[in-house]
Every structure is written in C-alpha cells, then in structure tokens.
C-alpha cells in the first residue's frame, strides 16, 4: 500500500502563485489548473494505490484560542483566489478522492491523524505527504515521507528521515522544539526572543528538546559553561512563549475523524465526469494526462 496526502490548501496557494495567470470566459482559473496538474504529476510519479485530500475550513481554529495573533501577519490572497476553491472541491469529488476537513483544524492536523491511524494499523505500507509547508516534515518517520510540492509537478527532493536529518542536523520530531524556540514567522509562531537559528540549534544540539533546555537552566552554571549568560536570560523570560509556540508547532495526530481506508482506493472514478469538467475549462493538455481509471475509456477522451 501507498497512501499519499494531499495539503489542498499548501498546493492550491503554490498553484495561484506559480501557475500563469489565465481566464477562461472571464474568470480566473489558474489555481485550478496548476492543482489539478499537481494532483496527476502526483499520481504518475508516485503511483498511489490509495489517496486523499485535506483542506482548511473557513474560521478559527484551536491555535487561534490559544494565540490569537497566529498567522496574523499573512497577506490575504484576493478574491479571485477563494472564487476558485469551490471548483477544485467540485473536481476532487469527481475524481473520487476522499476530501477531508473539519472546523477548528488545520488540513495538517487531519493528515497527521492519518497518518498515525494507518502507520498503527497497517503493519506494511508507505505514505508520502504533498504539501508546501515544511511543518509537516515533523510527520516524517520510517514509513512516512514529505514531497514538497511545485508549479505543477513535485520537486526532486522527497524528504525522508535521513534528509531531514541533513537539512537541520536534528530529526524530524524536533522540529517542534526547534520552532518553539526560534519561531516561525510565515505562522507569526513567536519562539524565545532573541533567540535565531543557529543558538536554538545549538541548545537542541546539546540539550536534545524544548523540555531538556529548562531543565538544563536549573544549574545556572553548568548551562553558562556552554552558553552567554544573555541566552541564559532570554530562555528564563521567554518561557511561556517557548512552551505556547511548542503547542502552536505541534501538528495534532489525535483528531476525531472518520476515514476508512477503502474510500481512499485511486483509479476508480467516472472519467466521462471527470473529461466533462476539464472540457468546461478547456484544459485539453490535463485530458490527455487524466491517469487510468478501472471504468475504462470514455466516447469523448478517444477524441484527444
């Protein structure tokens, strides 16, 4: 089994901003277009017996309760960028893939819930998550894998433990305890002021986690053996914001969520429906990329 997870809404923001902008009758279309050619590179590269999609949903979620300034910061894409939502939940549906979303959640949220749910119940079997955001690379593990997606196709580098371990010289559950302390500024994630990249990789680097650096602060003199008395400072009254930025990080893995795995089987949709919507958008180049179906091949695709 290969089960690979779709962020809608990472792919579909690169989608907008990557894919040149055309319309059709009109209306702006290009973030469905580049999601769709992102979905079928995803399926010819990977391959998948089994897939699904996560999206956000509109209003706040449980790190907005606890930090109400969280991803405060970010521009808002225009309207023309949500008016082309709809129609990718429209296509998803079409292609008989499991969309997934629940209010107070984030899409990560439900990915890493799955991904805890399948690695605990199958014994055999990967999964690989498509996204843009590099907050899921916190999931990656022995049977779980992140391709960071691009303008339509996957870039190269699938991020495995070994990568991870390469790209921050820590492995992927630190991540959290790294982000608890330097931040994040593309979520407003605020870390321990003062504190940059290179000091919260060298405190996990000789304390191992968020928790094992407070603790370590309890022999003052020990810890300035290793480091300025002024980190020692910033770590004691940055406290509180390491410990809420951990929760903000931290990618829920225990959400109520129904999915059954069968839902998720791929090549098996209604490929006249599916040609019916790419026709509609005059994307003829995605027709003739359309991945197989176990329903055959349709009167209208013999035409392209």
Known sequence: ?????????????????????????????????????????????????????????????????????????????????????????????????????????????????????????????????????????????????????????IKEMVYDETAVLGKFGFPPETIIDYKALSGDSSDNIPGVAGIGEITAKALLKNYGSLKGIYEALEDKQSFEEKFKNSVYQKLLNGKQDAFMSYLLATIKTDVELDFPIARAKTHDFDRAKVIDFLQKYRFKSLIKRLPQSDRGITTQESLF
């Open 1 to 153: 089994m290969l089960l690979v997870l779709i962020d809608g809404n990472a792919v579909l923001h690169r989608s907008y901003h990557a894919t040149p902008r055309f319309e059709v009758e009109g209306r702006l279309v290009n973030a469905i277009y580049g999601f769709i050619s992102t979905l079928f590179s995803t399926i010819e590269k990977f391959k998948p017996t089994h897939l699904a999609v996560a999206f956000d949903v509109k209003g706040p979620t449980f790190r907005d309760e606890i930090f109400k300034q969280y991803k405060a910061k970010r521009i808002k894409p225009p309207q023309e960028f949500y008016d082309q939502i709809p129609d990718v939940w429209e296509f998803v549906d079409k292609m008989s893939i499991p969309l997934l979303s629940k209010e107070g959640y984030e899409a990560d949220d439900l990915i890493g819930t799955i991904v805890k749910k399948v690695n605990g119940d199958f014994k055999e079997g990967e999964i690989i998550i498509v996204t843009g955001d590099q907050d899921a690379l916190q999931l990656v593990d022995q049977r779980t894998k992140v391709a960071m997606s691009a303008m339509g196709k």
